[in-house]
């Protein structure tokens, strides 16, 4: 009996060190330059993402309308929540010279190219309403946000909410997690190349909605978030929605709610750091 349980042990061993031979071998090997470029990710939207025109309609002084292209477009594969921010968002700012023609050979104020995918070096950051018809997903992803010259540090530095940028970035900004709701592309794309049909630079943007920058730190490793809102009149109040740059999301995120309401949540922080916190004996 004890022969047996020794050689399980040292089996065990065994297995244990070719596990960790086999993935230092894999860290520590180098690639050719060929390899590396065949195998170099690509960024930008999806292939694969649900994809839709939106035309934003203005009625003199009546509020602003959306208005979907049907064949190119399921509206419900994207957020109400987005739907009526761009539609607000983008009905107050000036239209542009040529007016774009939509349904029913009609002009509108503005078209806007939605997207339920936005893919960075392999990875994807994904918001869509009813993914492959089992309801919504909606990515949290930290945020880089540019710090003012009249903003102090909203937080602990101890919560790691920078974890992803290096030392330089995180001191010159502010970082807050937010919830993709989709993304918006302004001016005219090829949806089948992921290429401009004009001479304008193609600008990606997410719509998130975001957290305040003030964070605590809630446990071993994890940081407790509260919602941004914007508060309207009649003390009624409703989420904060931006529309950022795509090259402002750092990394992914997991947010736990903290209540049924939504307005706080715990950010789980990234298994990398689990081992600095338990193995920190200063």
Same mark, same amino acid.
């Given at each position: 009996m004890r022969a047996e349980v020794l050689d399980r042990q040292l089996g065990q061993r065994v297995s244990d060190s070719y596990i960790v031979d086999m993935a230092y071998?894999?860290?520590? =090997?180098?690639?050719?330059?060929?390899?590396? @470029? %065949?195998?170099?990710? %690509?960024? *930008?939207?999806?292939?694969?993402?649900?994809?839709?025109? +939106? &035309?934003?309609?203005?009625?003199?002084?009546?509020?602003?309308?959306?208005? &979907?292209?049907?064949?190119?477009?399921?509206? @419900?594969?994207?957020?109400? /929540?987005?739907?009526?921010?761009?539609v607000q968002h983008y009905a107050s700012m000036p239209a542009p010279d040529i007016a774009p023609i939509g349904p *029913?050979?009609?002009?509108?104020?503005?078209?806007?190219f939605l997207s339920t995918e936005y893919k960075r070096a392999g990875t994807i950051f994904r918001a869509h309403a009813n993914y492959r018809h089992n309801g919504p997903w909606y990515d949290w992803v930290m +945020?880089?946000?540019?710090? /003012?010259?009249?903003?102090?540090?909203a937080g602990n530095p101890e919560c790691q909410a920078a974890? *992803?940028?290096?030392?330089? %970035?995180? $001191? /010159?900004?502010?970082?807050?997690? *937010?919830?993709?709701?989709?993304?918006?592309?302004p001016t005219p794309f090829d949806w089948i190349?992921? @290429? @401009? %049909? =004009?001479?304008?630079?193609?600008? $990606?943007?997410?719509?998130?909605s975001t957290c305040d920058?003030?964070?605590?730190r809630e446990s071993v490793f994890s940081t407790k978030w509260q919602q941004s809102f914007v508060y309207l009149t009649g003390n009624h109040k409703k989420p904060?929605?931006?529309?950022?740059?795509?090259n402002a999301i750092v990394r992914h995120c997991l947010m736990v709610p903290h209540e049924d309401s939504h307005s706080s949540y715990h950010e789980i922080w990234s298994q990398e750091l689990w081992g600095n916190e338990f193995n920190d004996c200063s």
């Open positions: 071998q894999r860290m520590s =090997s180098t690639y050719d330059n060929t390899l590396q @470029e %065949t195998l170099a990710p %690509t960024s *930008g939207l999806s292939f694969q993402a649900a994809k839709g025109v +939106l &035309f934003v309609d203005t009625h003199d002084d009546l509020p602003a309308t959306p208005c &979907f292209d049907r064949f190119l477009t399921k509206k @419900e594969n994207f957020s109400s /929540e987005m739907i009526q921010f761009l *029913g050979d009609k002009k509108f104020h503005r078209r806007l +945020l880089r946000w540019a710090r /003012e010259d009249n903003q102090r540090y974890y *992803g940028d290096d030392s330089t %970035t995180a $001191i /010159e900004h502010l970082y807050a997690p *937010g919830q993709i709701l989709g993304f918006v592309c190349n992921d @290429e @401009e %049909t =004009s001479q304008i630079d193609t600008v $990606i943007m997410a719509v998130v920058f003030s964070h605590t904060n929605i931006q529309l950022v740059d795509v």
